[in-house]
């Protein structure tokens, strides 16, 4: 697999239209990204942006070497039965929905074509996702840096076993609205110290980018960044020993048991 591979993507909602960009700027040629969509209208507002294809499911699959799977889990079961009939046997499939095991998709086509599960999370749609990836049999190395590669153009990859999914849900699938959630409480706890609601939110907001390209950029881990901005007794330091009073880790850590075990439930 390579540049010149062809690659078919069913469903092209909001995430496959971020995965059509992060293929087009990993270096594939948009001629050899054909899209199936239900919605027609849809279709041709893509087509148009990215000069891309756009073909019926069965027409797409058959000389597809690489097939995107991005509908929602719902759906998953009738594209299945709709691509198994014509996919072109040696091509990977690469299923997106959450939640949907790789033997959901193999036993779903029974062809034998080999099946990468994804889990990405909501900030790939500003190029600054987090995927991680799990192989199933008979993935060949190609097709693995093939996905990796085009994943690296949303944000970061990792590699984890299938049993991990779950984990990965739980921490960075779920985790953009646990952010969401504390942003909203210091935007609150901002407006009952007295300040308006879009001086709140301003000051929240940047806050939380600046700390997080802080700790992109600096190298340094959270704790010492932390420690940095803690002097002994305080404004900082009495804020978290307030967060500890109320034990803030086990909160968050029972939070996340709770993502991880509903996300087991929905599997
Ligand atoms: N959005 C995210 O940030 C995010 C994060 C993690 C995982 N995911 C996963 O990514 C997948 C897609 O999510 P999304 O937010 O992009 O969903 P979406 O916006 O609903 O896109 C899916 C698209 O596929 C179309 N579709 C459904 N069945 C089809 C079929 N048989 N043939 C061709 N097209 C079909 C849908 O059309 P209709 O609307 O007409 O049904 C829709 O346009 C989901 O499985 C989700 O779990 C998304």
């Known amino acids: 697999m390579d540049q010149q ?33 239900k919605r027609e ?7 148009a942006k990215y000069a891309i294809k756009v073909a019926p499911v069965s027409a797409n699959v058959a000389d597809a070497d690489a097939l995107l799977l991005v509908v929602k889990p719902q759906d998953m079961a009738t594209v299945l039965e709709d691509v198994k009939g014509s996919i072109n046997p040696k091509a990977v499939v690469i299923t997106f929905a959450a939640g949907k095991k790789i033997s959901f998709i193999e036993q779903g086509l029974g062809t034998g074509n080999p099946v990468v599960r994804v889990m990405p999370n909501t900030p790939t749609l500003v190029g600054a996702g987090m995927a991680a990836i799990s192989l ?7 097709q693995s840096e093939f996905v990796s590669g085009f994943l690296a153009a949303t944000g970061k990859v990792i590699q984890v076993s299938e049993d991990l999914q779950d984990a990965v849900t739980a921490t960075s699938g779920s985790g953009p609205a646990y952010f969401f ?18 001086d709140a939110t301003t000051l929240t907001i940047q806050t939380i980018v600046g700390a997080a390209k802080l700790l992109d950029e600096s190298g340094k881990s959270a704790t010492t960044l932390r420690e940095n901005v803690t002097s002994p007794n305080g404004t900082t ?4 020993a307030s967060f500890e009073s109320h034990q803030l880790g086990d909160v968050v850590t029972q939070a996340m048991k709770a993502a991880r075990d509903r996300s087991q439930e929905l599997a």
């Open 5 to 37: 591979s062809k690659v078919a993507v069913i469903g092209a909602g909001v995430m496959g239209e971020a995965l059509i960009a992060a293929l087009i700027s990993s270096g594939v040629n948009p001629d050899r990204i054909t899209i199936s969509e």
């Open 41 to 47: 209208e849809r279709a041709q507002e893509l087509v």
């Open 136 to 142: 199933g049999a008979g993935v060949s190395a190609k």
């Open 181 to 198: 959630r504390f942003v909203e409480a210091m935007v609150d706890g901002a407006k009952a110290l007295g300040l308006s609601d879009a």
């Open 237 to 240: 330091a009495a804020a978290l």
